[in-house]
Each structure stands twice: as C-alpha cells, then as structure tokens.
C-alpha cells in the first residue's frame, strides 16, 4: 500500500511527541498542503536517509530531512496542484465510507438471517420449512486427503483474502520444504484453522475459491459439504462467527499454545450444531449476501483504482 512505511500529515493543533516523530515548519511562501503531497511523493527519497536496521532501529535525523531538495512552482499552481489532489483524497474517503457502511449493512443482516429473525418466501409468498438442528457431521465430510502430487501451492488463512497462498500474501513460503505430508484441498473445500486471531476468537473457516487446489498444514481440520446443501450458504454462515459459540464449547480452555486452539477433531464434526434452513432458503440466502459482497468488492475495485490513479499522478508531478 502506498506510503505504507511513513505517516506524514499536518498538525491542525498544537501536539506534544518525543524524538522520533520529525516535525518541520514551512515558510509561509509554501502551501503546507502542496509540501504534504510533495513529502508523500518523496518517500522513497526519506527512506534512503534512514540509518539502523531491525525493527524500531531505524532512524532519521531531522537535518538530513530539512536537506532535502524541493522544486516550487509558483504559489498559485502549488494551490491549484494540490487542491486537485485533495479532490482525489475526498473521493477515495468517500468511496471507504461507502465500502464501511456497505459492510455494516451486510453485518446487521446476516445477524437478522441467521438468527431467523428475517426470513425468505418462496414463489408463492409461504414460508420456507422450520430450520432443523444438524451436526457439523451431518453437512460436511472430514478430508484428510494428503498431497501425493507434491502440489507447491501452500496456502494460509486471511480474514479479507480467505485460504490464499503464502506466496501471495507473504511473497515468500514459510512452511517445510517437504510437502507431501500436507492436506490437499480442492477448489471448494473448507479448512479450519483454530489458531485465535483478530476478529477470530476461536479461529476461522475458510473456503478455498481463489485457487484450483493448494495444500494446508495438517494442524487445519478440513472438510467437504455433503449433497443437498450450499457451500455458499455455509461460507457466508461461518464468515458470520454463528459458529463461535459452538467451537467455543469444545474448545479446552487450558490447552492454548501461542493461540491455538485444543479442539477435538472427533467433537468438531459430533458436538458442534447449527440451526439449518432448506435447500431452497440456503439459495436464497447465499445469492442475497452474495450481492452485497459484489457490491462491497465493486466499491473496494474503485477505491483501489483511485489510488492507484493517485500514485501515478504523485509521481510524475514531483519526481
């Protein structure tokens, strides 16, 4: 992400901060908005000036900042570049705030669906039959299927990318060199991973969709959805933590290892229940949310784009 590495802004009141935050006044002959874009566009120029390696050993002395060389144009084309900038800053802040609420809506609804709160109809305005208590094992088949084919394709579990592989998301492989001792999933498949995170407090399900097939370390418990019932449907049940209070009854509480979860296989698929609807209702469901995550995906594309535009356009008005 652009300007990931150096935070940069404008002090819109007095503030206090210790030595490592680099602060510099500009001369009134400067628009303090035009230096922020132009700082921003410069990052690869502050980064050089860093001394130190390893993580908070690196530092940057404030006179080697104020060296730093600036072309101004006149002050009136420094106002007018970055008002055009500023223009785009609101249009991506728009579009996130846009892309917050269409996720807070998608939120309360699945609240509202899976707690059978908001129910669907079918063609002839009737509702669809009670929801039944199922086991975990009653929809889905555990996979223990081992990679035989020496498949490379290692993936780890995001909470906004689902299964993706380590490659993509670390740009480099953190598991084993031998890998056939790995699970191997198959586009649609389920993988557990019971190691607590962020938004996960018993860990998270994930389906595989970005890839034909990869391979998880044995420590995920992997599944298959059973005939008569909808991946999709299920996928977006799990994405709404509707789970977590089942996993969270097998789960020993005394047996936490750097975060990962003791859960019994056998009590996975046997004790943890869910509240399922029919086939049809399952349909209904899935296609609904899944629209708005089209939406949400189609807003996060712009925002994306606009930065993109942003970066390019940084570039080639000060470097």
């Excluded at 101004?72 to 084309?77: A, G, K, N, Q, R």
């Excluded at 996960?200 to 890839?211: D, E, H």
Aim: with cysteine; proline share 2%.
């Amino acid at each position: 992400m652009l300007f990931k590495t150096i935070p940069i802004g404008i002090a819109t009141r007095d503030v206090a901060f210790n030595q490592d935050v680099k602060a510099v006044e500009i001369d009134e002959s400067i628009s303090k908005k035009y230096a922020l874009y132009w700082f921003l566009a410069s990052e690869h120029k502050i980064l050089s000036l860093v001394v130190g390696t390893g993580i908070g050993a690196g530092k940057l002395e404030l006179d080697d900042l104020k060296n730093l060389q600036i072309t101004l144009p006149t002050f009136t084309e420094q106002q007018k570049i970055a008002s055009f900038l500023t223009a785009i800053d609101d249009k991506i802040e728009l579009l996130t705030k846009k892309k917050r609420l269409l996720e807070q809506y998608k939120q309360g609804v699945m609240q509202q669906l899976f707690s059978q709160k908001l129910r669907f109809k079918d063609a002839n305005g009737e509702t669809y039959p009670d929801w039944e208590e199922k086991q975990l094992g009653d929809v889905f088949q555990r996979l223990v299927r081992k990679n035989s084919e020496n498949n490379l394709n290692v993936l780890t579990i995001s909470a906004q990318y689902g299964l993706i592989s380590q490659t993509d998301f670390f740009n480099k492989s953190v598991a084993s060199e031998d890998l056939t001792g790995y699970y191997l999933l198959h586009k649609g498949d389920f993988a557990y991973n019971k190691s607590t995170s962020n938004g996960y407090p018993v860990g998270a399900i994930k389906r595989l969709t970005a890839y034909k097939k990869g391979v998880v370390s044995t420590l995920y418990i992997c599944f298959s959805i059973k005939e008569d019932y909808l991946a999709d449907y299920f996928d977006q049940y799990f994405d709404a933590g509707f789970l977590n209070q089942e996993i969270q009854k097998i789960a020993q509480e005394g047996a936490r290892s750097h975060g990962l979860l003791n859960v019994s296989v056998t009590e996975f698929f046997r004790d943890v229940s869910m509240i399922v609807p029919s086939e049809q209702e399952q349909q209904k469901i899935a296609k609904f949310l899944t629209n708005i995550d089209d939406k949400i995906n189609a807003v996060n594309q712009q925002i994306e784009g606009v930065k993109t535009y942003k970066k390019g356009l940084l570039q080639r008005l000060f470097v």
